[in-house]
């Protein structure tokens, strides 16, 4: 399979936002192939700047419970086509890819915590517990060097998590680490956008008291703005754009799918958690090149068999539903394989642990050291 429409972080010149699109039906777009895409996500650059941590910078990582983004895997460059044709085919309502009618792979919040193993706490980001006041704002902004002229929020962010930082180091220094890698992971990965200004603060809210990160469901967060980003690319392809920018974490959809579909001997065993560390450049590509249609004219995986068993890690494996919906029987046949879940259900199994640092910025008044 080619490479063509693979990205490393590619620029685009807007990011409008998109707020009154409608959900287009499936069977409208059906044949229809997506724009040619660009993406800003770089999971390239995630990787290099998380190579040079040291034990204890990792640590810290982990006590936000976003180790499992220290288990990335360097991946050079994204298939960007077939991460517009995974986000054609989802149906934002339902939040599931939709291959056909009786092929629905249903996916949950608790499914980008399996794929990248960050938090998937009790908290909303974006509700009244996400609340931040101007002055906090301000503060990290402060802390992490964002009020530079000429530099943008993830390069500050970039530089902060460059500096020595130890057990010795202030409280203060170490919460601003671990803000800082959350803006990092979240603007090169998990939810990148079309350009990296100071604007994109919706989550900081959850940042303001380090005890408290894993006790918010960042899954869901990520999850609703990939979302948004599908109905972001459906408006596109209505309004037959020649080109897109893709933002949000379509990696995840990548994943996602080619877990769940049947590649006989390229199958992964579900294992590893997370399962994004499972994934590296090669397996990737050829797992996409072995789930590709023969004989289509765009390229199309709709044809792919659905994975069905109790092997496999995602939620929809627990839910009676979502089997019965996701069986490869012609529609109307009796014989649907259901796996209902005998496995316990780990909807909560996310670790919640608390930062040794735990300041709360909100009450701050210590001077920064830089």
Partial sequence: MSDAGSCDGAAAAWDAPQDDILEQPVHAMEEQAPPAPTSRISVRKAVEVIQTFD???????????????????M???????????????????????????????KFFAEDIHKVFGIPFGHRNVKGRDGFIKPEVVTFIKRALGMDRTGVHSLRAAEEFL???????????????????????????????????????????????????????????FVLEFLLEAVRRLKNDMMANNHSTNLVGCHLFLQIFFLDNVDLGIFNKKHNVLPRISDFDQNSLKNMITMATDIGKGPTSYVK???????????????????????SNQPVGSGNMDQHAGNRTNDRHDSVQVSSSSGVNLIDVQTPIRM
């Fill in 304 to 326: 792919c068999m659905i994975r069905q068993g109790s092997d496999l890690c995602y939620a929809r494996c627990n839910i009676p539903d979502c089997n019965v919906t996701t």
């Fill in 162 to 220: 460059m500096h020595d930082i130890s057990e010795a180091s202030s409280k203060i220094d170490k919460d601003c680490f671990q803000i800082a890698f959350v803006i990092f992971v979240m603007g090169h990965v998990l939810a990148p956008r079309t350009k990296h200004d100071y604007g994109t603060i919706d989550y900081w809210g959850a940042l303001a008291n380090m005890e408290n990160i894993t006790q918010y469901n960042w899954c869901e």
């Fill in 55 to 73: 034990n204890y910078k990792r640590w810290l990582v982990t006590e936000i419970g976003f180790g499992g983004m220290l288990k990335l895997p």
């Fill in 75 to 105: 991946l050079q460059k994204l298939n960007l086509k077939f991460s517009a044709w995974t986000m054609s085919k989802v149906c934002v309502e339902r939040r599931a890819i939709v291959l056909s009618e009786t092929k629905v792979l």
